[in-house]
């Protein structure tokens, strides 16, 4: 059973994924909140496995709310951002801070059902695509995470597009000709030496480093 919680200060919008979450038989809903204060306490109490958070809140936004939850608890849900518009500069920010992935609020219910399901087994990222489009800028050539973005080794750095492009470990082993072991080995090796948790994040310093431009298109032809 994956657990989520819902942050979102409309409460026909709660109401609306409460009833699409619970529909499934392998999903459930342990909490709701309607700002982001009290997210971490909430998250303290039910552990759920993905926080369905709104990013703008009245008093503290889904920017602020996840950063939180990263300081403040060991093993921090996975956080998917909730926004009306694509090109939210919100979202970006909330990516940075430790978020997962994003939906657009308009998303169709099966996106957002396997946007759950995608985060917890944690082999693949919520449209890269959008991403590409919010790093509004390319890092300056010279900072950290340029420098361990360097230290990469050549099928990391490629490895590190792949992911980039929204590929799952199954999908990078087939475009390398590798088996999909020795993608999780250099997925591995890309956290370790960029200091991140999570593919999402190894995605982000790969922008900030310039590695990858917002210009570019690496979405699959």
Do not use: C, W
Not at 135 to 157: C, H, K
Not at 175 to 183: A, P
């Amino acid at each position: 059973m994956i657990t989520v919680a819902l942050v979102d200060d409309e409460n026909l919008i709660r109401a609306g994924l409460r009833a699409l979450i619970e529909s499934e038989p392998d999903l459930s809903v342990v909490a709701e909140e309607g700002d982001g204060t009290g997210v971490v306490d909430m998250a303290r109490r039910h552990r759920p496995d993905v926080v369905l958070m709104d990013v703008r809140m009245p008093r503290l936004d889904g920017i602020e709310a996840t950063r939180a939850l990263e300081r403040s608890l060991d093993a921090a849900p996975a956080v998917v951002v909730l926004t009306t518009f694509e090109n939210d500069d919100y979202v970006y920010g909330a990516l940075r801070a430790g978020a997962r992935g994003f939906l657009l609020k308009r998303s169709r219910p099966d996106q957002i059902l396997d946007a759950l399901r995608t985060v917890v087994r944690g082999d693949s990222l919520l449209f890269p695509a959008a991403v590409r489009r919010l790093a509004a800028s390319a890092g300056a050539a010279d900072t950290p995470a340029a420098r361990a973005v360097a230290s990469l080794t050549e099928r990391e750095a490629t490895t590190l597009r792949l992911l980039a492009r929204g590929m799952s470990n199954a999908e990078a082993a087939a475009e390398l000709f590798v088996g999909v072991e020795t993608v999780k080995t250099h997925v591995s090796g890309i956290l370790a030496k960029l200091s991140v948790r999570d593919r999402t994040q190894a995605v982000v310093a790969a922008y900030d480093s310039g590695l990858i431009r917002p210009g570019e298109n690496p979405a699959p032809r």
